[in-house]
Every structure is written in structure tokens, then in C-alpha cells.
């Protein structure tokens, strides 16, 4: 059929009254909130249906104009194994690379073993990176770490992400001086991080994820502020990190939503024309499950899918074998092809927020903003997340969170469960997970269980 044969005037325009009188006989005289009206973690009612929202102001990435960054882990703990799958993940469509750190909490278990210096890491990546245009992200470096590692890359095209987050983030002189080299050299780096993810992975709610990455945004305005770095200079250095789960319209009204909460605090900080922030999406620990694990592999579909329509400026997928030990090569590759799918057969990136005007994902978007905004402020009333922190409170109030929860379905685990377990390959065990703000992930399919 061509578009000109379809008739314009076949579905006429139809009022919500006219919709309501419909559903009220499909109903016959069951509660219309009861039945249709689901509500979130957070409490947010989700209705069935939207009006379009007129005139809705688009959230796009840094460069619209571009695809997301393909961001793909550089975590193994064998160093020889590691730069052999940093040459592979390069030369098969990965346009940045994480180097993950033993102690950052979004290590899972891996993490790179060996000193930079002693070890010959600066020199050796330096090498690998060589004429390479891409970014570079660091997870869990000192910032005398980063330094070092600015200094072998300077000569490279890459642009760099320290990732300094509240643990490590001291307002000391290796921090200013990187902050004085991303200021003079006019890349779109970044120094800080604003994490959630440690939120989310431990059983947190989209809010309270996003709280805690505004909260992490304060933290670092005013620990900057005393070595006089302006609000401005901050927000253009600092990065927002958030997890993408198989809730595809939430992550993606959650990743809106940082950029809103990021706007909001720009204005509050007296930043007339804020920066575009940056936001990094990964995967979620938490939404990987032990059993089937092939399972996992259409969860980061569907999060990655959310995350690139929500905006994400650069995206990491955790191998769906992940849980089981260090992935393997295929579980690899998989993780990095998820992407590039999307981008190089889908298209996804070619429409820039193509959920702005949707009604359901926008009313989304703002109430989860709100509530977000909500919590954030009842942190700072408690003195701030250093405090909150070190009290033990956001641990004890995620807790609780991850206690009310209701018992969830799981396709794999306890729905539709294998009654032969594949075998799966990996390359070795994983180490102790480290606790990120205080929290220890919990995934989905232990929950109930401890």
C-alpha cells in the first residue's frame, strides 16, 4: 500500500471522553485506577494513555549531530589478555574504552591489575591508543592516576573522562591541575563524576538514583568552590552517570530527567547559559540474572535501546555473562555488536530524542524530576551526601527501598525457568564486588534471598 491510498479521514479525531466511554464498557464496573493505573517504585502513577505534549522542549545529547560513544570495558584482570581484547574491541566498532579499576565499585568483581608506572600501563596504552580518535574513561583512578595518564595520552586524540567521584575526589592540587588543562586545552572531557549507579545497583529507585547524582553534583561545586573554581568551570567538567535497565520508557525518562535536574541546578548556581552536560549509561548489574543467562543478552537490548532514545552521550554494556566469571571473547563481542546494531543498522542515533512530545514519557520525565528534586533536598537538609553517607543513612534508606519491594517475575530464573542449565563459558572467577557510597549491589535475582 503507498501513503497516498491510505484515506486521511478512515480514523477520525477521537476525544478522551469518547476513549473513556469505550474503556468504561471493557471495564464493566471494574475500578478504572485499580486496573489501568500502574505506579512506579517511586509511586509515580502510570497511566494508559497521554495526550501528545505540545511544544516540549527536546533533551539532546552534547552532539546531536553525532552517535553516542560505543564505550566498551577494558576490566580483565590479566593484563596480556586485556590488551589483546582493547586491539580487538578498537578494531570492531568500539569509539571508547573504560579502564576499570579493581577498587571502583562499578568493577563487579574485575578490575585491571598492575601499577600504571610500574607496570609500564601508561606506556603501553599510550601505544595501543596511538592515532586513535576516541574516549577514554577512567573507573576508579586517583587523580594522580588520571594525571599520569594525561600526560603519556597528550599527543592522542582522545578525549578524556576522569571520572573522579565523591570517594576520590579531594580538592587538591593533581584535581585543580587537571581541571586547568581541560580549561586550557577546549576539549568536552571531563573531570568529576555524578554517579547513581552504585543507587541503582544496590535496589534504589529511579529518584533516589537521580538524587544522589545531583547530590554528588553539589558535593563537587562546593569542594571546588574552595579552591576557586567557579560553578560554570565545574559544570562543564563533570560528567553524569546512570544505570539503563530493561524498563525501557523509565531509562529513558530517567536519563531526560538528569538533564533536567542538571539545568535546574546550572540556574540555582546563578549559570546563565549552562553547559550541555555529559551523560554515561551503563547496563545494570542489578537487572542480570545467574540463570539463562542468554536471557540477559535481550535486557541490554532493550536498556540500550532506552538509553540512546533517552540521550546518552556514551554507552557500556556488561557482558551478559558478566555474573558467572570474566567474560569470555563472545560474551564480548555480543556486549560491544549491541550497540553497534543499534547505530550502524537501526540508525538510533539519527533522530535526536525522538521521545520529546510523547506525552506518557514526558509527564515521566517531570515527575520523576520532582521527585527526584524532592529527595535531593531532604539530603542536603541532612547535611549532604558526604554525611548521609558516612552515617550510614543512604545505605539504610536503600535498604528499606529494596526491602518493600514486591517479589518480581524474572524470565529465566523464576518464570520459564531452563530445566537444563547451559553451560557457560568464562575466563576465570570473579573477585569480591566492592561496595560503592557504602552500598553493595544486589541483583534482582537475589533479592529474597539474603
Known amino acids: 500500500m503507498k501513503a497516498e491510498e491510505i484515506d486521511a ?7 478522551r471522553q469518547d476513549w473513556l466511554k469505550v474503556v468504561e464498557r471493557a471495564l464493566k464496573g471494574a475500578d478504572f485506577a485499580q486496573t489501568l493505573v500502574s505506579a512506579s517504585d517511586d509511586g509515580i502513577a502510570i497511566e494508559p494513555l497521554y495526550q501528545r505534549r505540545q511544544n516540549a522542549t527536546p533533551q539532546h545529547r552534547r552532539r546531536p549531530l553525532s552517535p553516542w560513544v560505543v564505550s566498551q570495558r577494558m576490566d580483565d584482570p590479566d593484563l596480556q589478555r586485556a590488551f589483546v581484547q582493547l586491539d580487538n574491541d578498537l578494531a570492531n566498532g568500539a569509539t571508547g574504552v573504560s579502564l576499570v579499576f579493581p577498587a571502583c565499585a562499578a568493577s563487579y568483581g574485575l578490575g585491571l591489575d598492575g601499577d600504571l608506572e610500574i607496570d609500564g600501563l601508561t606506556a603501553r596504552l599510550a601505544t595501543a591508543l596511538s592515532g586513535r580518535s576516541l574516549a577514554l574513561r577512567l573507573e576508579g583512578a586517583s587523580p ?23 570517594t576520590a575526589m579531594e580538592p587538591a592540587a593533581a584535581t585543580v591541575e587537571l581541571f586547568r588543562r581541560i580549561r586550557a586545552n577546549g576539549t568536552s572531557s571531563t573531570v568529576l563524576k555524578a554517579d547513581g549507579r552504585s543507587v541503582h545497583n544496590a535496589g534504589g529507585t529511579e529518584a533516589q538514583e537521580l538524587a544522589v547524582m545531583a547530590a554528588a553534583l553539589i558535593y563537587h561545586l562546593r569542594r571546588m568552590e574552595t579552591s576557586g573554581i567557579g560553578a560554570d568551570e565545574v559544570l562543564s567538567a563533570v560528567g553524569l552517570c546512570l544505570a539503563a535497565d530493561q524498563d525501557q520508557f523509565m531509562t529513558i525518562a530517567k536519563a531526560r530527567a538528569a538533564r533536567l535536574i542538571f539545568a535546574r541546578i546550572a540556574e540555582a548556581c546563578g549559570v546563565s547559559t549552562a553547559p550541555s552536560a555529559y551523560l554515561f549509561m551503563e547496563t545494570s548489574y542489578r537487572m542480570l540474572t545467574r540463570l539463562d543467562p542468554e536471557t540477559n543478552l535481550l535486557r541490554n537490548t532493550i536498556a540500550v535501546f532506552a538509553a540512546g532514545v533517552g540521550g546518552a552521550d556514551e554507552i557500556s554494556v556488561l557482558p551478559h555473562t558478566l555474573v558467572r ?14 550497540q553497534t546494531i543499534l547505530i550502524a543498522e537501526s540508525h538510533l542515533d539519527h533522530v535526536s530524542d525522538p521521545a520529546a512530545g510523547a506525552g506518557g514519557i514526558e509527564a515521566l520525565t517531570e515527575a520523576l524530576a520532582e521527585k527526584a528534586w524532592e529527595i535531593f533536598t531532604g539530603i542536603e537538609r541532612d547535611g549532604g551526601l558526604g554525611a548521609v553517607m558516612a552515617s550510614g543513612r543512604l545505605a539504610s534508606r536503600i535498604a528499606e527501598t529494596r526491602a518493600n519491594r514486591p517479589a518480581r517475575q524474572i524470565v529465566g530464573t523464576n518464570l520459564f525457568p531452563a530445566k537444563t542449565e547451559r553451560p557457560v563459558s568464562v575466563l576465570g572467577p570473579l573477585r569480591a564486588i566492592e561496595a560503592g557510597m557504602g552500598l553493595r549491589p544486589v541483583r534482582l535475582d537475589e533479592e529474597g534471598s539474603n
Open 9 to 15: 479521514n478512515a480514523f477520525g479525531p477521537v476525544s
Open 325 to 338: 566469571g570474566i567474560p569470555d571473547p563472545l560474551a564480548r563481542r555480543l556486549a560491544r555488536n549491541t
Open 144 to 166: 594522580m592516576t588520571a594525571l599520569s595518564l594525561a600526560d603519556a595520552l597528550s599527543a592522542n586524540t582522545v578525549e578524556m573522562h576522569f571520572g573522579l567521584g565523591v
